[in-house]
């Protein structure tokens, strides 16, 4: 546990080193901004899209920065060859990856709490926006490793990007029939938008329950499939 957390510490640190835990806060700033100069009506619609933009592409697009930039520095080589396992490596970097998400909640929480008298449950969206970044972190790791740069992830997230977000536009056009709307939550960036909508608004509970469990399915499949398999590789080549 001691090793865990100084690799937690260590992976913090990096995070304010390479400047995203800056750029995070800043893009989140800007969501605080435009919040507290919008309606109430226009903030809850717009705060779910915010938050699962900031727990979902925004993270992808942070982790795979900080992925390049230590391969540069030769970090992730010291790390590999240091008397730590590549499990502890992985889930210190997964629990890192989580900071700017984390701040980006509070932030937002606080302005609608704030600004528009609004509080919404912390525990149970800390809980969603946890969920819904580490859905997305198990995406970032497989665009990474099929990426040999920071160029070609870019690349391949604005494919991501796209499908990912391709439910959020055909269901509410009714252009899915309902009774296949559930494939939405294919996408965890649809999937984190329903939940984090049922938040504030009266959702169904049974495919709050059905997004919920695409959420924890996706990461339960990818680390132990092909992140972790693809890590340990890394370690061995270092």
Known sequence: MLKLLLLL???????????IIYFGSFVSLIWVFVLAFTSFQEAELLMPQLLALDAGLMTIVLIGSSYYFEKQEGTLQALFVSPVSPRKVLVAKILASLVP???????ISLTMGLIHS?????????TYIILATIAHIS?????????PDFMSLLVKYMGVALLFYLPAILIPLDLIPESLQWLGFL????????IIQSLLIDRDIAMILLALFFLIAIPGLIFPLYVY???KKEALRA
């Open 118 to 126: 609004y509080w919404i449950p912390l525990l149970l969206a800390l």
């Open 229 to 231: 398999p693809r890590f």
């Open 101 to 107: 998400s984390l701040v980006s909640i509070t932030l």
């Open 187 to 194: 996408s965890p960036s649809y999937a984190a938008q329903y």
């Open 9 to 19: 510490k260590s992976e913090i640190l990096r995070l304010f080193h390479y400047k």
């Open 139 to 147: 995406v970032g790791f497989i665009l990474m490793f099929l990426s």
